[in-house]
């Protein structure tokens, strides 16, 4: 099973208000109007109808600030339909207490900076070395050392480079705000010296020292990526600073020392995510200790505040030239697109609207025949063709509906399914199918927001449903979303690409062409 941050987030659970997001089975009627078909009390009619679906461009650019980002994303990757995707990490750092005392004639020893990707936990490989030696302040003890490596979950070109991508520590030049602050993906820092890099070959390593003579623990480590920094700038930055007026405060300190910035040089191979909560400062340093006539240098450790309370920030660059998406027809909200592009951290949206004309046959249906809508849905199919890949398919994506007024401005909210009918048995807002196939498909529940339409007359020629890579967010009890606009788009590293919506393109059963379609089931007395 993958590693799981247990954090406030719980940014993978799937449960959302006593309803299950995903299924991977057979379609079914939702549990709002099934009582029809109860005792042959009614004769059900599956029927398609067209949608306009269409491209929504977000500018490549999302809020990724520290309320926002629930996991932080590394490296790049392109592929042809949507170009190169790189992803950094700045971060702030804070210490432990201020106006810190690090003793007499304190000296830098080394420096290490951890993070820890997430990882495959059922993928174990250890090594033991028993006839490890130990060196310490006492010098050498005679040990045994474990290594348990596991593979980091990765998206992307896996095998590309022999799985390597180039880490690079980078101090940040540019005040990076407070943990508060708005901050957006597309913007960058200005950055000053290389404090480190490390090359980190795809896995992750957990070790424990333990003494031969009592088997007593010298030394543990968690699954991480461990990256030296220079100790000669935390010798100027830090230590050398003790009782002036840079390590007195909080707000003294975030201007000292601005940050951190946390990249990869390459332009291919794959993401990985930490959680930032999680990411590790550790400074070893030396300094005198008197006892009585005898003065020795213990080694002692300092680890700084990082990610957790602190302004951090994901960071987002995208080149599109010659990508399937940069060469797409601009969005076409009149009558759709024939292909639609969606992706996490700032990418694409789609659109859906409904057509005039199929609600009008709905509506004729209802009024002239009784016809009571069972069970509505947004049936959408990758492209069998264009992502034809073995890149893992999203489980989940989040769909809200947005509503304009007279002024044309947007009010966005859960759709009236999710806010009504949540708790329903069987109720899931979206069902996933042959996520292993190609192509897969999803289907959206609208059941509700089309009965209002259809039944009730309300309006839908000025509401358009909007569909984003990501899953909604919990709320601090995990028993209720937080919100509509609380999701993991931010740091989804999931894209794909659907069929869209083809007006020229006629239905024909035996040869299915997998556009986008409103699949309604209805029944009639």
């Not at 977000?58 to 932080?72: C, F, M, V």
């Not at 024939?338 to 209802?366: A, C, P």
Request: hydrophobic content about 35%; charged content about 25%.
């Amino acid at each position: 099973m993958i590693y799981n941050i247990k954090r406030a987030f719980t940014i993978l659970s799937l449960v959302i208000f006593g309803g299950v997001l995903v299924y991977n089975c057979e379609p079914e009627p939702d549990s709002l109007g099934e009582q029809l078909f109860l005792d042959g009390a009614a004769n059900g009619n599956e029927v398609s109808y067209d949608v306009i679906a269409y491209n929504i461009d977000n500018n490549d650019s999302i809020r990724s600030d520290a309320s926002k980002l629930g996991l932080a994303t590394l490296g790049a990757f392109s592929e042809g339909q949507f170009g190169l995707q790189k992803a950094s990490y700045y971060t702030q750092l804070r210490l432990p207490a201020y106006d810190p005392d690090f003793g007499t004639d304190a000296e830098v020893d080394s420096v290490v900076l951890v993070i820890k990707p997430l990882y495959a936990s059922d993928s174990l490989t250890t090594t033991t070395d028993e006839n490890y030696v130990y060196t310490n302040v006492d010098g050498n003890v005679d040990a045994k050392k474990v290594v348990n490596t596991y593979p980091a979950v990765k998206y992307g070109k896996a095998k590309l480079n022999d799985g390597k991508l180039t880490v690079k520590v980078h101090e940040v030049t540019d005040f990076l705000g407070g943990y508060s602050d708005i901050a957006y993906s597309d913007k960058s820092y200005a950055t000053g010296m290389e404090l480190g890099s490390k090359v980190f070959n795809g896995n992750v390593n957990s070790v424990a020292i333990t003494k031969d003579s009592d088997n007593s623990s010298l030394f543990t480590s968690d699954a991480g990526f461990r990256i030296p920094l220079d100790h000669d700038f935390f010798q100027t930055k830090i230590i050398d600073k003790e009782g002036q007026i840079e390590l007195k405060d909080v707000s003294n300190f975030i201007r000292h020392f601005r940050g951190l910035k946390i990249s990869v040089t390459e332009s291919d191979g794959y993401l990985v995510q930490f959680s930032p909560s999680n990411v590790e400062l550790i400074m070893y340093y030396k300094a005198d200790k008197v006892d009585g006539s005898t003065t020795t240098r213990p080694q002692s450790t300092y680890k700084f505040s990082v990610g957790n309370g602190n302004a951090h920030i994901g960071h987002y660059q995208y080149e599109r030239a010659g990508s399937a998406l940069q060469m797409a027809p601009a969005p076409n909200t009149a009558t759709g697109d024939l292909k639609l592009f969606t992706q996490g951290m700032g990418g694409n949206s789609i659109g859906i609207k409904f057509k005039k004309e199929e609600i009008d046959k709905l509506k004729e249906l209802y009024q002239k025949n009784k016809a009571a809508i069972i069970s509505a849905k947004i049936r959408m199919y990758t492209d069998p063709t264009n992502w034809d890949n073995k890149y893992k398919k999203p489980n989940i994506l989040t769909i809200v509906q947005v509503d304009k007024d007279a002024q044309d401005k947007l009010k966005t909210d859960f759709t009236q399914d999710l806010i009504l009918l949540s708790g329903t048995p069987n109720f899931a807002y979206i069902r996933a199918y042959d996520l292993e196939k190609n192509p897969a498909y999803y289907d959206f529940t609208v059941t509700q927001s089309l009965k209002d339409i259809v039944e009730s007359g309300k309006d839908y020629e000025n509401k358009y449903f909007k569909i984003d890579m990501g899953m909604f967010l919990t709320s601090s009890t995990g028993n209720t979303l937080a919100g509509y606009q609380y999701t993991s788009r931010p740091y989804s590293t999931d894209r794909v690409v659907f069929v869209g919506s083809d007006p020229n393109n006629p239905d024909d059963p035996k040869n299915p062409s997998r556009e986008i379609k409103l699949v309604v089931t209805y029944g009639t007395k």
